[in-house]
């Protein structure tokens, strides 16, 4: 009886292991475990700027393994659709290797400079990667307070957000082949501005649906504070978010209440 069990332990997790790990799965892993060869070829790099003797082969090489886990990105998507090999494991999987890609390449050219003649064609500014983190992490912990208190998530894509990441693409590009059609900084301001767009977007969204769900009762915004009138203080022009749980303690006393007559 022990044997058995054990053997058929050991086909269950067989199951699992070829369900999760498909074709498709496989390359995102190998996605995944890109990012950190790149960013030690891009810091390298950067370092030996620093000496005062570039080494190309790390600058090209951390162009190839960039660009083929760019590359790969819809090679993935592609391979599950059209072998059906959708999972839940390659849901988390996949964004985990585009936002990984995308936030090591910003983080990784904003510590180390790439410009040997012009350090500003060779880094992004400080607060480009700040910007980029904290709108992820918004994102991030708006929509674990969606799945909370709704018990679901429901991203639509918006042009905004799609602008963005080819802006953030454009600009690791801009550094990494040291382009200079255009003033770095300009590409960047640009990226930056849809990056910002894109969080306010997607936020208010969020914000729409706790208001559908009932958790948003009243929601204006308005930049103005308080101001005095003649009858003193008023509550015009006010930043007003009032949060209401369906099941107050309120309405359970009126349930109650309507129950007993």
Same mark, same amino acid.
């Given at each position: 009886?022990?044997?058995?069990?054990?053997?058929?332990?050991? $086909?269950?997790?067989?199951?699992?292991?070829?369900?999760?790990?498909?074709?498709?799965? &496989?390359?995102?892993? #190998?996605?995944?475990?890109?990012?950190? /060869?790149?960013?030690?070829?891009?810091?390298?790099?950067?370092?030996?700027?620093?000496?005062?003797?570039?080494?190309?082969?790390?600058?090209?090489?951390?162009? /190839?393994?960039?660009?083929?886990?760019?590359?790969?990105?819809? +090679?993935?998507?592609? #391979?599950? =659709?059209?072998?059906?090999?959708?999972?839940?494991?390659?849901?988390?999987?996949?964004?985990?290797?585009? &936002?990984?890609?995308?936030?090591?390449?910003?983080?990784?050219?904003?510590?180390?400079?790439?410009?040997?003649?012009?350090?500003?064609?060779?880094?992004?500014?400080?607060?480009?990667?700040?910007?980029?983190?904290?709108?992820?992490?918004? +994102? *991030?912990?708006?929509?674990?307070?969606?799945?909370?208190?709704?018990? &679901?998530?429901?991203?639509?894509? $918006?042009?905004?957000?799609?602008?963005?990441?080819? +802006?953030?693409?454009?600009?690791?590009?801009?550094?990494?082949?040291?382009?200079?059609?255009?003033?770095?900084?300009?590409?960047?301001?640009?990226?930056? *501005? *849809?990056?910002?767009?894109?969080?306010?977007?997607?936020?208010?969204?969020?914000? =729409?649906?706790?208001?559908?769900?009932?958790?948003?009762?009243?929601?204006?915004?308005?930049? *103005?504070?308080?101001?005095?009138?003649?009858?003193?203080?008023?509550?015009?022009?006010?930043?007003?978010?009032?949060?209401? =749980? =369906? $099941?107050?303690?309120?309405?359970?006393?009126?349930?109650?209440? /309507? &129950?007993?007559?």
């Amino acid at each position: 009886m022990g044997e058995r069990a054990g053997a058929s332990e050991s $086909n269950a997790l067989q199951f699992v292991y070829a369900r999760a790990m498909t074709t498709a799965n &496989k390359i995102t892993i #190998v996605r995944i475990l890109m990012i950190p /060869a790149f960013v030690t070829m891009a810091i390298y790099y950067g370092q030996s700027i620093q000496r005062g003797t570039p080494a190309e082969w790390e600058r090209f090489t951390a162009i /190839a393994i960039f660009l083929i886990a760019a590359l790969s990105d819809g +090679l993935d998507g592609y #391979v599950a =659709r059209r072998y059906n090999q959708r999972s839940s494991l390659g849901v988390v999987l996949d964004p985990i290797a585009d &936002k990984g890609l995308l936030l090591s390449a910003i983080i990784s050219l904003s510590i180390s400079n790439w410009s040997e003649l012009d350090p500003s064609y060779g880094s992004f500014p400080t607060w480009f990667p700040i910007l980029v983190i904290s709108r992820d992490a918004i +994102l *991030f912990v708006g929509a674990a307070v969606l799945y909370l208190l709704i018990g &679901k998530v429901h991203v639509k894509p $918006n042009w905004t957000g799609k602008v963005a990441t080819v +802006l953030q693409m454009i600009a690791i590009g801009w550094v990494m082949l040291q382009l200079r059609l255009l003033p770095l900084l300009y590409v960047v301001v640009a990226a930056g *501005f *849809f990056t910002a767009v894109s969080g306010i977007v997607y936020v208010t969204e969020g914000v =729409r649906q706790l208001q559908a769900a009932g958790h948003v009762e009243i929601l204006t915004l308005n930049p *103005f504070p308080l101001i005095k009138g003649r009858g003193g203080l008023t509550r015009k022009h006010c930043f007003v978010i009032e949060y209401e =749980r =369906r $099941n107050s303690r309120g309405e359970r006393r009126n349930r109650w209440a /309507a &129950k007993r007559r």
